[in-house]
């Protein structure tokens, strides 16, 4: 079975919005099986019934393709957002960058830094050192300060 964690594991974020893009024209150019049958063909004038446009399998898999993509884009979107403050981004800069408030933004960061430490502490060796979720607090700053990047 087609997974968002098998997905993660089998592609990267190119291949998985490839095959995620041609599950997804696919679909869009078939008929749903559940579609009503309204009489003959226009071209053939032959009584087919509609096909279905993707197999469960597929659509299975375009499901899950769509949320392994959303994982890895959330994860890259922090480490945008990092670099985004090192370049001297404002908290208003970057949540008018993501269509959200600065304060949002702000907690969502603050949130993956979290994880992020939560992650070191159960793997050992994966995450952020103490060090590290140190240096990514003081980046990050506060959403009250004005332009502090």
């Given at each position: 079975m087609f997974t968002p964690d098998s997905a993660e594991r089998e592609h990267t974020l190119r291949t998985a919005v490839g095959r995620y893009d041609e599950l997804r024209v696919r679909e869009s150019l078939g008929s749903p099986a559940d579609e009503?049958?309204?009489?003959?063909?226009?071209?053939?004038g032959r009584f087919t019934p509609p096909q279905a446009a993707l197999s469960k399998e597929e659509a299975l898999e375009l499901l899950a393709l769509g949320e392994a993509?959303?994982?890895?884009?959330?994860y890259g979107r922090q480490l945008t957002v990092r670099t985004a403050r090192t370049a001297g981004a404002s908290w208003s800069q970057i949540g008018a960058a993501l269509g959200t408030s600065k304060q949002s933004a702000w907690e969502a960061h603050t949130r993956w830094i979290d994880g992020q430490a939560a992650f070191r502490g159960r793997t050992g060796?994966?995450?952020?050192?103490?060090?590290?979720?140190r240096a990514a607090r003081a980046l990050a700053g506060d959403p009250g300060d004005p332009e502090t990047p």
């Open positions: 009503d049958f309204d009489g003959p063909d226009a071209m053939t993509i959303a994982r890895k884009a959330a060796t994966e995450g952020m050192d103490d060090e590290q979720v």
